[in-house]
């Protein structure tokens, strides 16, 4: 029978139960079980899809086309195995599921309210990944924290699906803080005793309390702790503030919460965990040879969380090249002709961000026109490569009127225009191109030797794309097609031909790179900005 975990969140949010949760399943993994990893987030929307980058961070996509949590993106970099539609679920689905079954007569004659209705709906969900059978342990964060009134329904869920399978077939993992106070030089229990208090009085005992830290938690803390919050000694974890993400398995195997939550789910330890090929990546991150400085040109700067996916990217393509890869962020709204140079003339790659709608977009084309012509390295993805569709059109091949139907509907030279299939969709959720399709490499292009073969599959999310009316006169001019959907001839990469490195994808390669795999596009790109550093040197 499958066991599950539950991760709640006390005391504050962003405490990164989403990497406690990847972590603690990548123990789970390299043990020998098979593991996967849900987020219930208690927003109204269907899915994050309609969000602004700014209200939630990026939007991941899944291979099946979903539009989740970026939380996802940390499951699948650790986990190395795709996510789905059923790994996030949101208030918003849950509602419209319960809705949709009244319309149908499905509660005839009953009154639907929230318990029962909402929160069955809720366990049916979070047994959906269990009861297909692939998975020894489903992991389940709930998004929000302890008191807030929208997590009320999933708290309540967690306590009758405890319930109902027995303790020793479900744990709740609590997040909690303990916060430093400088000025009494002293770490703090309160707010994590309150927080547990709260879940009492809403029926759930935690099995196990992961206490965020900037300090060591002491003997004597763990077991004021452990009295106070009625759970063992070995169930207090501590979860320091680490360097990197990709610590936290460690930091975790160290406490041994793999060990505590395995024997209160009455499961083996099968074996030591295999951490080997983790910690190898780690030793390369930690000890780089080289260093490049690489431009991430976006409109959502602000916010680092917006381009989540392709720091991620970096990190490990930075990884894989024993080299430190220093992302800055450019605002693309600030770039003009006059600045371009002293902006960007220093860095050893630029990547053009994915984005939409107008803003920013002139400050996008001006970099890369810059780009192009200092044959600095670049790496353009979705947006990104549009711009640089649109800077090539208007710069190269005289189009002066070059844009894309999103930004102007009726520009004279529509370089970039809306899919033949988006034309007739008027809904927004859900409605764009989204998920994995497949790509044909040309042989002999840059793209084709990066990936060492022909077909491959990549995700997408966008309702734009590359007008073949003007596939001739790029390819003439040396901008040329080197991926290509082969069922409609889609243009899913462009490069430029004498260029030492000029690669965009209409894909989002960032949605695929992971610890394990770090995505060829990444690896080479980094390795390119890489020999430019030298060279300038
Ligand atoms: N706005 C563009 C489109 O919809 C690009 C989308 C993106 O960058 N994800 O085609």
């Known amino acids: 029978m499958t066991k599950y975990i539950f991760v709640t969140g006390g005391v504050t949010s962003s405490l990164g139960k989403g990497i406690i949760s990847a972590s603690l399943a990548k123990l789970l993994q390299a043990r020998g079980y098979s593991v996967t990893i849900q987020k219930f987030d208690p927003y109204i929307n269907i899915d994050p899809g309609t969000l602004n980058p700014y209200e939630h961070g990026e939007c991941f996509v899944t291979e099946d086309g979903a539009e989740t949590d970026l939380d996802l993106g940390h499951y699948e970099r650790f986990l190395n195995i795709p996510t789905s539609q059923a790994n996030n679920i949101t208030t918003g689905r849950i509602y419209q599921n319960v809705i949709n079954k009244e319309r149908q007569g499905e509660f005839l004659g009953k009154t639907v309210q929230v318990i029962p209705h909402i929160t069955d709906e809720i366990k049916r969900n979070m047994r959906l990944l269990g009861e297909s059978g692939n ?19 999933y708290i309540e869920a967690v306590r009758q699906f405890k319930w109902e399978v027995g303790s020793n077939n479900a744990l709740v993992i609590h997040l909690t803080l303990i916060p430093f106070l400088a000025a009494a030089g002293e770490l703090k229990t309160k707010p994590t005793q309150h927080s547990v208090k709260m879940l009492l009085e809403y029926g759930i005992q935690p099995d196990i309390l992961v206490c965020r830290t900037e300090h060591h938690i002491s003997q004597d803390i763990r077991k004021k702790i452990a009295q106070f919050c009625n759970v063992n ?36 330890l099968k074996n030591e965990p295999d951490l080997e090929s983790w910690k190898d990546f780690l030793g390369r991150l930690k000890n780089p040879t080289a260093e490049v400085r690489i ?24 990884a894989f090249n024993e080299c430190k890869v220093r992302v800055e962020c450019i605002h693309s709204e600030s770039i003009t002709e006059e600045n371009v140079k002293a902006k960007l003339g220093k860095l050893d790659g630029v990547l053009v961000a994915p984005g939409f709608g107008a803003r920013g977009i002139e400050g996008k084309i001006t970099a890369i026109k810059f780009i192009r012509e200092s044959n600095i390295p670049f790496f353009g993805i979705c947006l990104g490569m549009q711009c640089a569709v649109i800077e090539f059109g208007r710069n190269v091949l005289g189009l002066t009127h070059a844009h894309s139907t999103e930004m102007d509907e009726n520009t004279e030279h529509a370089v970039i225009s809306m899919m033949e299939e988006q034309k007739k969709v008027t809904l927004k959720g859900g409605t764009m191109r989204l998920g994995s399709y497949p790509c044909e490499l040309k042989k002999g292009s840059k793209a084709y030797n990066i990936y060492g073969k022909s077909k491959i599959t990549e995700r997408h999310r966008h309702r734009y794309e590359f007008n073949n009316d003007f596939l001739k006169q790029y390819e003439t001019a040396g901008m040329i097609a080197s991926g290509i959907n082969p069922e409609n001839n889609l243009v899913e990469i462009v490069e430029l031909k004498n260029h030492p490195y000029f690669i965009a994808s209409q894909f989002h390669p960032e949605l695929k790179s ?14 390119a900005s890489l020999e430019h550093s030298k060279k300038k040197h």
């Open 233 to 268: 000694l070995n169930a207090v974890i501590e979860s320091i503030d680490a360097s990197t993400i990709y610590d936290v398995p460690l930091l975790m195997l160290k406490e041994q919460l793999d060990r505590t939550v395995l024997s209160k789910l009455k499961l083996p």
């Open 514 to 527: 992971t610890v394990a795999n770090p995505h060829p596009l990444f690896v080479k790109f980094v390795a």
């Open 295 to 318: 431009g991430l040109v976006g409109k959502y700067v602000e916010l680092p969380d917006a381009y989540k996916s392709i720091t991620e990217s970096f990190i490990h393509a930075g």
């Open 135 to 153: 998975f020894d342990i489903v992991i389940t964060e709930l998004g929000g924290t302890v008191g807030d009134i929208e997590s009320l329904p």
